[in-house]
């Protein structure tokens, strides 16, 4: 029968239901994770990038299309090797070419995401309209009408990244119902969706926080490389970069292990699907970092960046167990594959909502598996402003 479903936003979305899809409410979501390098330090050029991979996206049946951590305009990649006494520089053009939350960039993501009907979850370092220099590492999830679903500020910024990026709040600690249309995939409905930023998936109280709202998709987004010591080459710190992903990482930082742990756990906890999205370090970032770096620190920037372990792109499933995806090649064919590591790319998967049931039977974190007598956990999720005007 026909019918149609007021969206976020107010828009309308018009599609066909059957009896059993209306009664069932779970879809199949397609998936687009983009394992993609930013145009280092260049927000109108990375941008650009961006409205492009959308389209891709979109064309390929994808609902929703995920990008990595501070896609726009860079991850701050000096700051770990670097003292900042040396990084002036660096965190000038970093400040000039973060962007707002409702700037011209923002605006050409939500108007292409309108335009291609597909939900967009954006990593980009933004900037205050109250200061020259606060940023924060933040997330924008858009609507396929184009609106703000979620705008998160990363709640703690990690280990070095606090001299780029100040707190943020509990302002975007949301679940949001995203809604399927049945003629581009089989079974209507909405699937509801979350995210949380690299280290955030460290943090229980943050997760159960997403659990908590009934998350069905958890997307959690990653820099391409973790360069928490140097790296010169020696046999202790060096790393087996293998192209094998399913091979351990040697080296002091194994962020393929870590990172599908943490959202292994959390789609275990959650009964949901897990995307891992990393970005991807392309020659000309590392060039662009030597470049700028002080004399003496050139040679460790450039090995430790290139013998560093290249993070991965994956899909999850309730479990926590990979899952394979699938790329789609310039002639349209499908090829199947797991995850994407050392080249970029648009890996895709076609998540079924139905597979988020079966497990809350044994562990349902949030409901008859918890102790609501025993434990209470409160989260603000008010905007922090510098200054409160009455």
């Not at 006494?85 to 605006?107: L, N, P, Q, V, W």
């Not at 926080?209 to 046999?235: C, F, N, S, Y």
Request: with cysteine; glycine share 6%.
């Amino acid at each position: 029968m026909g019918t149609s479903m007021i969206g976020s936003f107010g828009a309308r979305v018009d599609h066909k239901i059957s009896s059993h899809a209306e009664s069932t409410m779970a879809p199949v979501v397609r998936v687009a994770i983009c394992h993609i390098a930013s145009i280092y330090l260049d927000a109108a050029a990375t941008t650009e990038k961006v409205l492009s991979w959308i389209g891709k996206a979109s064309q390929n049946g994808a609902h929703l299309v995920v990008f990595p951590e501070v896609c726009i305009p860079a991850y701050p990649h000096w700051s770990c090797l670097i003292s900042p006494a040396e990084t002036h520089d660096f965190f000038i053009r970093m400040a000039k070419e973060s962007i707002y939350a409702d700037g011209e960039e923002m605006a050409k993501i939500r108007h292409t995401a309108k335009q291609n009907r597909i939900f967009v979850s954006l990593g980009f370092s933004e900037k205050a309209r109250y200061s020259s220099a606060t940023l924060w590492n933040s997330n924008m999830v858009v609507s396929a009408d184009g609106g703000i679903l979620v705008h998160h500020r990363k709640l703690m910024p990690t280990f070095h990244e606090k001299l780029t990026w100040a707190q943020g709040d509990g302002h975007g600690l949301k679940v949001v119902d995203i809604p399927i249309i049945a003629a581009r995939r089989e079974g209507a409905g909405s699937a509801k969706l979350g995210m949380l930023i690299c280290g955030e998936n460290t943090n229980p109280l943050a997760r159960y926080a997403m659990i908590a709202q009934g998350e069905q998709i958890h997307i959690t987004t990653w820099p391409a490389k973790a360069a928490h010591r140097v790296l010169l080459g020696d046999e202790e710190s060096s790393v087996d970069d293998s192209k094998d992903a399913s091979l351990p990482v040697r080296g002091k930082y194994d962020n393929l292990a870590v990172n599908r742990t943490r959202c292994s756990e959390h789609c275990f906890e959650a009964k949901c699907f897990g995307i891992i999205c990393a970005s991807f370090m392309s020659p000309e970032i590392i060039d662009y970092l030597v470049a700028d770096a002080p004399e003496h620190a050139k040679g460790l920037v450039k090995s430790t960046y290139e013998l560093a372990a290249q993070a991965e792109s994956r899909f999850l499933d309730t479990s926590g167990s990979p899952i394979p995806g699938f790329t789609v090649d310039v002639e349209g064919n499908r090829n199947s594959c797991e995850s994407l590591r050392h080249e970029e790319g648009m890996l895709y998967a076609d998540l079924d909502m139905e597979q988020t049931i079966e497990g809350k039977q044994y562990h349902d974190v949030v409901g008859a598996y918890q102790r609501f007598d025993v434990f209470n956990l409160t989260v603000d999720t008010s905007r922090k402003m510098p200054c409160n005007f009455r």
